[in-house]
């Protein structure tokens, strides 16, 4: 029975502080979608919950300290079964779906533990002993989820760990569920595809205090849970805010196919690189009639390029995965399940919801591309391009976490890069002056924000946001027109998210209304990487983080070469800092060298993760250098720090 709608126009409900309402243009956006969507269809309902075992324990999952890592109990609000008018109709619907948590038993001998984190966990039970697939994020969750499943189970060792893919929320939370002393005594196999090692340590270091500024306004975690803020991320809830950890994998699958039994369990793994992660594999296992998507179908459409930034992604290669997947094993397979949201049950409904999901990633690579062709930009074939009916009749090609508009824009990008081709656009001014131009064409700030305010009440929420942001471009912070252009910008913002159906346009549209009117969060400075992605990091990509942190300006002038070697590993390198770039020869050592430093992999561990400066090393003998001392001081002084929360919204200092 359907309850009573929640409405937020006249009730003051859990949202940002200062959250508006709906606006009445807003409210009628989200009664024009409930004409369109097809809410009559609760197939998704029933398909989250069946097998249903046991619920995930009440309160929050916590450190050792007893800090919160995941609590669900802040989405209670999701309760309600009608949309309110500040969530897009469609986003709740799929924010409730995710809602649908526990013990899930899909088939004999195969387990899923959803709802702990933004990823499911995979449990079969082989002949003696576990197959685990996927960790999780964070050790706390995934040793919670762990221990929901032997609650209903008997205890047996795991012997198998399979990362899917090299995103860590698939590999973060092993150490809560392996001990690496058994992997090392070989009772425990750590299954990885090609590559995962190395883009599981790269993905977030070079740019990595960037993206995981970005990431939060994809994700929304500093967002407050409820109808005006954070509802949903749409490949789950939010993500876990526990210890991420890392052991390299045993056993890497290299073939494009490679058949293994794994304690008396039959898996084919089949590599899937340059879709959704550069090193990801899909599973099926034809004795149990199951096939395992991981990531590259789930029941929303994806990202082909991220909020939080990442390489472009290939929609042509992820529609042909699709296709492969649907001719080796669909026909073979009972049920589909992936590591996120719940899965696909019968033969009939695989076969449509893998030719539909192949044909969503196909129709908008190959539309874009037409129209591409026919010089269109990509802001412009965003605008124009529709999804067919027969696809946006199946709730799994919605864009919930990715969304048409940004995939259409990330496969221009993909194969013509970020220049539209125009020449007038070739060199553009920055949007500093670039808006202070514009603004003065327009008739100055005041003139802009007097326009600006009527558009708003006309619902040119789009239009609004960015000529507001113009105003805060072309001012400084405390300027009486950037202030009413950041409160102005806020509100449009803040419709924009709540008409949004992708979960992380929301959350980044009102995590930059929450900055614009509050200022920008003041977080605790923090490494982007963790002890054991950093453990596993070669010398020479540390290398290239040192030289990605060359202040080129600072270093004009100067040559140095130093010797680098790492004393309990043997690893070495010869760096070279001329021309303002710091450039290395892995496994070279030269003697014309102004200094040679050695120091052993701990040292350089610590280093990395910034627990250890480089004169605190020096003055307790941790770094050792022969030759002139000063040249790898002088060196270490270049390199740059990033401050890890800079501005993203409004006026820059």
């Known amino acids: ?22 606006t009445a243009i807003t409210r009628a956006c989200q ?107 964070s050790t706390e969750v995934a040793a919670a989820g762990m221990a929901l499943y032997f609650e209903h189970r008997p205890t047996k060792p795991v012997v198998a760990m399979v990362y899917s893919h090299s995103h860590v929320d698939h590999f973060g939370g092993v150490r809560g569920v392996i001990d690496e002393a058994d992997v090392r005594a070989g009772r425990v196999q750590v299954i990885a595809p090609a590559g995962f090692l190395e883009e599981a340590v790269s993905e977030n270091l070079l740019a990595g205090n960037a993206m995981s500024r970005r990431a939060l306004f994809q994700f929304g975690p500093l967002l407050p849970k409820g109808v005006r803020g954070q509802v949903d991320a749409g490949l789950g809830k939010t993500t876990s805010t526990g210890t991420v950890t890392l052991i390299a994998p045993t056993v890497v699958i290299t073939q494009p196919v490679e058949r293994h ?16 992660a550069p090193a990801e594999l899909i599973i099926h296992h034809p004795g149990l009639r199951v096939l395992n998507m991981t990531e590259i179908a789930s029941q929303n459409f994806h990202n082909l390029l991220p909020l939080r930034g990442a390489q472009a992604r290939d929609a042509l290669a992820w529609s042909r995965y699709l296709d492969g997947a649907l001719q080796r094993y669909g026909a073979a ?44 930009l990509a802001s412009e074939i965003a ?29 221009v990008q993909r194969y013509l890069g970020a220049y539209d081709g125009n020449p007038a656009h070739l060199d553009p001014l920055p949007p500093a002056d670039a808006a202070r131009k514009t603004l003065q064409y327009m008739g100055g700030a005041d003139a802009v924000l007097q326009r600006a305010q009527a558009d708003f009440d006309a619902g040119e929420y789009r239009w609004v946001a960015q000529v507001c942001a113009m ?51 003041q977080l605790p400075p923090t490494s982007v990487a963790v002890r054991d992605i950093v ?20 270093a004009a002038g100067l040559h140095l070469r130093l010797n680098w070697r790492i004393t309990d590993t043997g690893d070495c390198a010869l760096l070279n800092l001329e021309h303002s770039a710091l450039t290395h020869r892995i496994g070279v050592q030269a003697d014309d060298v102004d200094a040679s430093v050695a120091m052993d992999r701990a040292t350089l561990d610590d280093i990395a993760l910034q627990k250890l400066s480089l004169a605190d090393g020096l003055q307790g003998g941790r770094v050792q250098v022969q030759g002139r001392a000063q040249a790898l001081v002088q060196l270490m002084s270049m390199l740059d720090q990033f401050s890890r929360m800079f501005p993203v919204v409004g006026p820059r200092p």
């Open 333 to 376: 397979s009972d049920v589909l399940i992936a590591q996120h949201h719940w899965p696909v049950w019968g033969g009939a409904d695989i076969d449509g919801f893998l030719r539909r999901q192949r044909d969503l990633y196909r129709y908008v690579h190959d539309q874009t591309l037409r129209l591409m062709n026919h010089g269109l």
């Open 383 to 411: 605008e124009r391009l529709q999804l067919p009916q027969a696809l946006l009749d199946d709730w799994a090609c919605h864009g919930f976490y990715g969304t048409v508009k940004h995939n259409v824009k990330a496969i």
């Open 471 to 521: 105003v805060c471009h072309a001012g400084a912070p405390g300027d009486a027109p950037v202030q009413r252009a950041q409160a102005l910008g806020a509100d449009a913002l803040e419709q924009l998210g709540y008409q949004a159906e992708s979960a992380t346009w929301r959350n980044a549209y009102l995590q930059a209304v929450m900055e614009l009117r509050h200022g920008v969060p």
């Open 31 to 137: 009664h024009a979608a409930r004409r369109w969507l097809p809410l009559t269809d609760t197939r998704s309902f029933d398909d989250a919950r069946r097998g249903h075992v046991a619920d995930l324990p009440k309160g929050a999952v916590t450190r050792a300290n007893g800090g919160p890592v995941w609590n669900l109990a802040a989405y209670g609000f999701l309760a309600e079964e009608e949309a309110p008018d500040s969530v897009h109709p469609g986003l709740w619907r799929h924010a409730r779906v995710n809602m649908v948590t526990g013990l899930f038993q899909v088939v004999d001998r195969v387990w899923q533990v959803r709802g702990l984190d933004i990823a499911n966990m995979t449990i079969i039970e082989g002949d003696t002993g576990l197959i685990v697939i996927d960790p999780l994020i």
């Open 1 to 22: 029975m359907a309850m009573t709608a929640t409405t937020d126009h006249d009730t003051p409900l859990p949202g940002p502080p200062g959250a508006r309402p709906a």
């Open 261 to 276: 039994v794994i304690d008396g369990v039959e898996c084919v793994f089949e590599l899937t690189p340059g879709a959704e």
């Open 535 to 554: 453990r596993a990091l070669p010398l020479g990509q540390f290398l290239d983080m040192l030289a990605m942190r060359l202040d080129g300006a600072k």
